[in-house]
């Protein structure tokens, strides 16, 4: 596609159901970065896939977090038993490669709301 | 791991003035430095980068420098104008370790006073 496009844009859910979110990249992309903004702070890093290698899940916060990608394009974020402190703006992002110099395109987000 | 610090974290300039925002990382063997804008409710774009093998690099009113000595990076906007107001974030990358995530600034949120 034209952009990284994620879904839902928003999305509310009560505290302890299972939610998932998803990332379309830019095609050709091969890498692939989840990130979270809570509100008026900075963006952290949450997991980030390279390709058919081992995915880079140091920054996922809890177990109850996850996250997939199929076939090398799609990913998906699963976030089990949701929390209120997991109410945030989730980032996703892609590049032609995980390589030092290649800036980031980022969706426009999907803002969760837990209460 | 990577830590980058960023500062101020509010700054307002009239119009026409000069912007100025510092960054300051702790991992020596980064080598990018990418800088975002992040309008208020939009995504985070990509406005200029700067590899470590450069000292200072300019597009128009935006100019990032980097002193690798020191581990610290700048973004400068001159002659700034209103539709400049946003959040903006630096970040590092580029560990031998191969994780080539981006480590954030905590963000600067600039206005710019017409």
């Known amino acids: 596609g034209a952009g990284v496009s994620q879904s839902p844009s928003n999305k509310v859910t009560e505290k302890g159901k299972d939610v998932e979110l998803r990332c379309d990249p830019i095609?050709?992309?091969?890498?692939l970065y989840w990130y979270r903004q809570s509100l008026g702070q900075g963006l952290e890093f949450l997991i980030y896939?390279?390709?058919?290698?081992?995915?880079?899940k140091s920054g996922l916060p809890s177990d109850r977090f996850s996250a997939e990608r199929t076939g090398g394009s799609v990913s998906t974020l699963t976030i089990q038993r949701t929390q209120q402190e997991d109410s945030a703006v989730y980032l996703c992002?892609?590049?032609?490669?995980?390589?030092?110099?290649?800036?980031?395109?980022f969706g426009s987000g999907t803002r969760l709301t837990v209460v | 791991g990577e830590n980058v610090e960023q500062h101020p974290s509010t700054l307002s300039v009239q119009e026409g003035d000069s912007a100025v925002i510092k960054c300051t990382y702790s991992?020596?063997?980064?080598?990018?430095f990418p800088w975002y804008k992040q309008e208020l409710g939009k995504r985070p774009q990509l406005i200029i980068d700067?590899?470590?093998?450069?000292g200072e690099k300019k597009d128009q009113r935006i100019a990032v420098t980097l002193n690798k000595t020191a581990k610290h990076f700048s973004l400068h906007i001159t002659e700034t104008q209103p539709e400049d107001s946003a959040v903006y974030f630096c970040?590092?990358?580029?560990?031998?370790?191969?994780?080539?995530?981006?480590?954030f600034g905590t963000g600067t949120r600039l206005k710019v006073l017409a």
């Open positions: 970040a590092a990358s580029g560990a031998p370790t191969g994780t080539y995530k981006y480590i």
């Open positions: 896939f390279q390709g058919n290698s081992a995915p880079d």
């Open positions: 992002a892609s590049s032609w490669r995980a390589a030092a110099n290649y800036g980031y395109t």
């Open positions: 700067i590899r470590s093998n450069v």
């Open positions: 095609s050709g992309h091969t890498a």
């Open positions: 991992d020596s063997a980064s080598n990018y």
